[in-house]
């Protein structure tokens, strides 16, 4: 079941905000969300609730016996084997093909391994158990004694398949004890809202011209419809991500959770550092305070070298998260080379060029990533590049100016909200009008209700259109 679809929307996610909100207390809330987290993970492959359970279990024991022997070498040892358990599991389903199929072509062996379907979300609740386990180890936190109050943390739907990465720290306490207001439940509606509208009507419409630009013979294409390939690539995958994001947040918090944000308009940034201060928050706070730090915190007597080191490590970590393939491999390592370039010489030069010449590059660098995100083929790769920057390709023709006449207005309105300049807008209106808060909420419902409506209205008529980060 994934979030932009009428099954979820007009049945599923409804019924389940009713009957936790008129539960009486919390035990029966609590177990309100883990059957309905159980049935909307087991939706589509009941098969994979059996891992998610008994990950949960096995965790829920390691992090009792880590604290248990906390002044002991037993922690330790039990903190790897917890670790090394949990990324196992996501070794096998995601990753156990590709490792094979690179150990063949070394050896020239012809070792078989069975294709089996990868859980969904396993990247991101395997990410979840392991910070559990870490700060468990680290003292930040107590372990918890109640199973049902762990794999609530782990199964909640709101986040399971895609994220945000949730640590227990954040939502410790709101699972124990927790309340909703009316203002909760308006902002939620508000950010749910949003979030199904970029979905519906930004990502899967930029995902029609990708398909239109991309997913055909790509020696027939010209260098416009190339580039606006990419483009469209970075449009629907900003919306998509941050639309379920967003709708991941509203969700929980209709029901008393604050789940930590995740996009921050990252197209708006002026280095690549800062693009990923504000792209996949959650992932990149989590590798970097259980990656990165502690990879340059051993090396610190390397001085600038275990800086680099680290980089290197972290974002071939993070390129390889993405997918089982050597171009999500590249695709890290390009942004760990383009940082270290920025600390080196580029972001003084950028500076002295002017905001600028930084936003501009930015965007052209995070575009031009997309080649290794979007082709896992390399020969595709290739030939895409080999059409960009042979010389001979014919610039534009006929049919990508009456494709981008078509859609003109919704490019410039998909081209708006990758940018904070509406909110600044509204902002401005409130404060130099005076306009009082009832009228802005009265407005904000009235929008809400309209981009709700577009999209089921939209949904209608489309078939199952999941989410881009469910692969991953």
């Known amino acids: 079941m994934v979030f932009a679809s009428l099954t979820f929307l007009l049945v599923f996610f409804p019924i389940s905000l009713l009957v936790y909100l008129i539960c009486p207390n919390l035990a029966l809330k609590n177990f309100v969300l883990i059957v309905s987290s159980i049935i909307f993970y087991s939706w589509g492959e009941p098969v994979w609730i059996f891992l998610l359970l008994l990950t949960t279990i096995m965790d829920f024991q390691m992090a009792k016996l880590i604290e248990k022997y906390i002044d002991h070498s037993k922690s330790k040892l039990y903190l790897y084997i917890s670790i090394a358990l949990s990324l196992g599991a996501l070794i096998f389903f995601k990753y156990g093909i590709f490792i094979v199929e690179n150990f063949n072509f ?45 794999l609530l943390f782990i199964s909640l739907f709101h986040q399971l398949i895609a994220g945000p990465i949730v640590r227990y720290t954040d939502i410790a306490k709101e699972i124990s004890s927790r309340s909703v207001t009316w203002s909760d439940i308006s902002y939620g509606v508000d950010r749910f809202a949003k979030g199904l509208f970029k979905k519906v009507f930004f990502a899967n419409t930029a995902a029609l011209l990708v ?235 009235l929008i809400n209700l309209s981009l709700i409506c577009i999209a089921i209205s939209l949904l209608v008529a489309k078939s199952y259109n999941p989410f881009l980060y469910f692969r991953f």
């Open 106 to 150: 070394i050896t020239g062996l012809n070792i078989q391994y069975p294709k089996l379907d990868m859980p969904i979300g396993i990247s991101f609740y395997t990410f979840q158990s392991i910070s559990y386990m870490v700060d468990v180890y680290n003292g930040k936190v107590k372990s918890e004694r109640s199973y049902s109050k762990y």
């Open 211 to 445: 398909g239109s630009c991309l997913d055909r013979d790509l020696t027939t294409l010209t260098i416009v419809e190339g580039v606006l390939g990419l483009i469209m690539f970075a449009i629907q995958l900003y919306y998509d991500f941050s639309g379920y994001s967003d709708m991941a947040i509203g969700m929980g918090r209709m029901i008393g959770f604050t789940y930590c944000e995740n996009f921050n308009y990252p197209y708006a940034s002026k280095s690549i550092k800062e693009f990923w201060s504000r792209w996949h928050i959650s992932l990149g706070t989590f590798l970097k305070d259980y990656l990165f730090n502690p990879i340059a915190f051993k090396r610190k007597k390397w001085g600038k070298f275990a800086i680099i080191y680290s980089l290197l490590i972290t974002f071939f970590v993070s390129g390889l998260w993405h997918g089982a393939s050597w171009n999500f491999v590249f695709w890290g390592l390009y942004f760990a080379l383009l940082i270290i370039l920025e600390e080196w010489f580029l972001n003084r030069i950028l500076q002295k060029l002017g905001t600028w010449a930084q936003h501009l590059y930015l965007i052209l660098a995070v575009v031009f990533s997309y080649t290794f995100f979007y082709f896992v083929d390399f020969s595709k790769m290739k030939t895409f590049l080999g059409v960009l920057f042979n010389g001979n390709t014919p610039f534009y023709n006929a049919e990508i100016i009456t494709e981008l006449l078509n859609h003109g207005i919704w490019l410039l309105f998909a081209v708006f909200f990758l940018f904070p300049w509406g909110d600044q807008i509204v902002k401005y209106f409130i404060k130099l009008f005076k306009i009082n808060s009832s009228f802005v909420f009265a407005v904000k419902s």
